[in-house]
């Protein structure tokens, strides 16, 4: 993925928002007014360091990316072992959320979303392990760790996280009504016994103490502790991430047509030459989505049928984090704010596969240098708010 990183060697698309933010957390003294406030810090702290380590150009910009969408391909694998506990799944899930191409464009790009997306998948892999063990207490307090971490990069880390808050307390709701199956087993989602000795107070401190610590800790270099500013950041964040930023956009689509790849973004079209145009555009491999679009219909089987634990944690992953952005007030949207979906429907894909055989699931992207008339080039409308 590092291969012809440094290209372009100008800003392009939301790159203009987020590296002169971060250019500014390396000057001794935080100039006023602070940039891009409408996200958290961390991921821009991620980018700086990049900046302060490899010099301040698309190397130093971009680099972080790479690592972190390298590390996201990781965490899939994680998330097939936990789910599957078998390497060949797990490495048939990763190698298919890589060449859905989403993870590609969008790591080697000076943005946020990779960040968050990474942190999410380690969050989910560490769920989805505890999620099957007799005492959870870690895995799930690593999750809360790693969700603290994603939200600290982008607010949409928080999507994922109330997907386990929600099935934690619907299954201790089920305990506490005394639901059972009558012909239960031990791969059926929900049991009587699952977690015994997971307390409320357990539930308090790894989904929303130990997240809330993780991302508040970020905010301590830019305010110190003054909890008052740090506050006063909150309140920023929550408005700007609650309202329209801005009323249109060229590339702008609504959430219900993310996944038929309806509308594609283009992070980069620019004129190079008298008959040629460079070219970056986010979509999803149609190969690898939409036959996971099918895929889902497995899922449901096995959840409704067969009561599978896997069947019903690939569900929630991915319907969950979907299906918030429906909550948003905010109409401005883009394909790319799906971005946890692809990993997911990647282990949908190679779950269906599975399916079959015993019948006998950030975030959707392509990148390309193109060649076309000069008549076909155009310009991307530049917004003054990033997404």
């Excluded at 386990?164 to 709701?173: E, F, K, P, S």
């Excluded at 506050?231 to 991430?241: L, V």
């Excluded at 980069?268 to 999803?284: E, M, N, Q, S, Y």
Aim: net charge positive; charged share 15%.
């Amino acid at each position: 993925m590092l291969v012809g990183l440094t290209t372009p060697e100008k800003f392009y698309f939301d790159e203009a928002h987020y590296v002169p933010a971060a250019r500014q957390m390396l000057e001794p003294v935080m100039p006023t007014p602070m940039l891009n406030p409408m996200h958290p810090p961390l991921a821009k702290q991620l980018i700086a360091l990049s900046i302060h380590s490899f010099g301040d150009g698309p190397l130093g910009w971009r680099y972080p990316g790479v690592l972190f969408g390298s590390l996201a391909v990781v965490a899939v694998y994680l998330c097939g072992l936990a789910l599957f506990a078998a390497q060949g799944p797990a490495i048939a899930a990763s190698l298919l959320a890589f060449f859905n191409q989403m993870l590609f464009v969008q790591s080697r790009i000076a943005m946020l979303d990779i960040f968050s997306l990474a942190f999410s998948l380690l969050a989910i892999a560490a769920f989805m392990h505890g999620f099957r063990k007799h005492r959870p207490h870690l895995w799930f307090a690593l999750a809360g760790i790693a969700f603290g971490l994603s939200t600290a990069c982008k607010w949409s880390g928080l999507f994922a996280l109330a997907v386990c808050i929600v099935i934690v307390g619907a299954i201790r709701l089920m305990q506490s009504w005394r639901t059972q199956f009558a012909d239960g087993n031990t791969d059926d989602w929900y049991r009587p016994d699952l977690w015994p000795g997971f307390r409320y107070y357990h539930f308090a401190a790894c989904f929303v103490l130990i997240p809330a610590a993780v991302y508040l800790a970020t905010f301590i270099p830019l305010y110190g502790l003054s909890l008052p500013d740090i506050m006063e950041a909150q309140r920023r964040i929550f408005i700007d991430n609650t309202t329209t930023a801005i009323s249109g956009h060229t590339y702008m689509s609504p959430w219900p047509s993310w996944p038929f790849l309806v509308r594609p973004v283009w992070y980069l079209f620019d004129k190079v030459g008298d008959d040629r145009i460079a070219a970056v555009v986010f979509l999803g491999n149609p190969l690898i989505l939409w036959p996971a679009l099918l895929a889902v219909a497995v899922c449901l089987r096995d959840w409704i049928v067969m009561r599978r634990a896997d069947a019903f944690l690939i569900l929630a992953f991915y319907f969950g984090p979907y299906l918030a952005w429906a909550l948003l007030p905010r109409t401005l949207g883009f394909i790319y704010y799906c971005r946890p979906r692809p990993p997911r429907a990647s282990r949908w894909s190679m779950r269906s596969g599975a399916a079959t055989r015993r019948a006998g699931c950030y975030g959707p992207s392509s990148s390309s240098v193109s060649r076309a008339s000069p008549s076909r080039c155009r310009s991307r409308p530049r917004s003054s708010v990033p997404r």
